[in-house]
Each structure stands twice: as structure tokens, then as C-alpha cells.
T-cell receptor
């Protein structure tokens, strides 16, 4: 059974600091996704990682994938308040996507 | 572009009542999904469909039924609503592009309260 775990579940950080969110999954998959959700809103796609060693960056966010370790990371550089949101990783199995529990990020001014 | 549209957006039900959530997508996607989101639980897959006329169970299918009579529509039914089904429901769709992976697109969500 495919399971996805994220940590931490909650993250409160100061503006300007760096931090990493971790996403572990239980079975072989070579496709991993990161999404952002603002309160009361839907989910917005951030990154699609398709192969081992894949790295993608958008602004202050950088995502990477290690399929051998079954681990993806979402690194936040010099956090700003606008990054406050909940971040989800998801892994695709056969025809379906399984999501992690999410990491609620709060960036303090 | 409309993308994925869910109706209704808000609904309050009494225990034992039935209702149907409608999801429509205009992207000609093969795959469609229903998730529920609860605090601290992330998104959990209820049912999914890989094409018109097909459905399959996800992680938490009990108490729900689905139908995919048309490619663009995916209906989620609650036959006898229970307070435990109070949640935010998200419909999503995707289409596999070989070698490029696929992004799953979400609707805006349906807030359901069962009292």
C-alpha cells in the first residue's frame, strides 16, 4: 500500500530564514508532486518531479527527488510572509495519487 | 478556462439525508478523483475513475458511491449522510502524458456539513 509521510506537520519560521520540508513515501514511484494550498482555497501545483535526482526551482522554493531513498524535499530559502500556506507532496501510483498530510507553514515577520 | 468545476460549493445536510456532488471537467482528461480533506489528515482518496463507465475504490470509500456516465462528469453520492462525513470534498482530474508525468488539477472544493 502506498503511503506518504511529511514532516514537520507544522512549521513556524522567521522571515529570512531557510528551512526544509521532507516527504517520504513507501513504495517505488518515479513521479512526485508538490502542491500549495492557501486557507479556504484549492490546491495549486508547484512542482512535478519525474526522475531520480530531479531538481526544480521557482523563486524561493526548490524541490528535489531521490527515488532510491524514496524521499523528496522542499527547500525554502529566505522565507517571506507570502509563503505562508500548507504544502502537500503527492506520489502517483497506478492511476491514482496519494497525498501526504501536509505541512502548515507560517512565516513570521 | 473553467477547468474543474464542483457543485454545490456549500451544503448542510441532516443525518440520514442523501445528496450528490457533481464534478465537471472541460480538459478532456481520462482520470478523475474525489478526495476529502479533514484537519490533520491531508487529502484522502475516496474513489477514482480511469475512464468513462469505470470507477474504483480509494483509501476511504465507505459511505460513498460514484458514477462516471460521461467522460467529463464524475458524481459523488452520499446515500445516508453521517456527521463523520462532514468535510471538504475536492474533485480532481488528470491526463497522463507519457514521459512528462501529469499534473492533477483540482476543483475549488465543496464544504459539506452533516448535522
Amino acid at each position: 500500500e502506498l503511503k506518504v509521510e511529511q514532516n514537520p506537520l507544522f512549521l513556524s519560521m522567521q522571515e529570512g530564514k531557510n528551512y526544509t520540508i521532507y516527504c517520504n513515501y513507501s513504495t517505488t514511484s518515479d513521479r512526485l508532486y508538490w502542491y500549495r494550498q492557501d486557507p479556504g482555497k484549492s490546491l495549486e501545483s508547484l512542482f512535478v518531479l519525474l526522475s531520480n535526482g530531479a531538481v526544480k526551482q521557482e523563486g524561493r522554493l526548490m524541490a528535489s527527488l531521490d527515488t532510491k531513498a524514496r524521499l523528496s524535499t522542499l527547500h525554502i530559502t529566505a522565507a517571506v510572509h507570502d509563503l505562508s500556506a500548507t504544502y502537500f507532496c503527492a506520489v502517483s501510483g497506478t492511476y491514482k495519487y496519494i497525498f501526504g498530510t501536509g505541512t502548515r507553514l507560517k512565516v513570521l515577520a | 478556462n473553467a477547468g474543474v468545476t464542483q457543485t454545490p460549493k456549500f451544503r448542510v445536510l441532516k443525518t440520514g439525508q442523501s445528496m450528490t456532488l457533481l464534478c465537471a471537467q472541460d480538459m478532456n482528461h481520462e482520470y478523475m478523483y474525489w478526495y476529502r480533506q479533514d484537519p490533520g489528515m491531508g487529502l484522502r482518496l475516496i474513489h477514482y475513475s480511469v475512464g468513462e463507465g469505470t470507477t474504483a475504490k480509494g483509501e476511504v470509500p465507505d459511505g460513498y458511491n460514484v458514477s462516471r456516465l460521461k467522460k467529463q462528469n464524475f458524481l459523488l453520492g452520499l446515500e445516508s449522510a453521517a456527521p463523520s462525513q462532514t468535510s471538504v470534498y475536492f474533485c480532481a482530474s488528470s491526463s497522463l502524458i507519457q514521459g512528462y508525468g501529469n499534473t492533477i488539477y483540482f476543483g475549488e472544493g465543496s464544504w459539506l456539513t452533516v448535522v
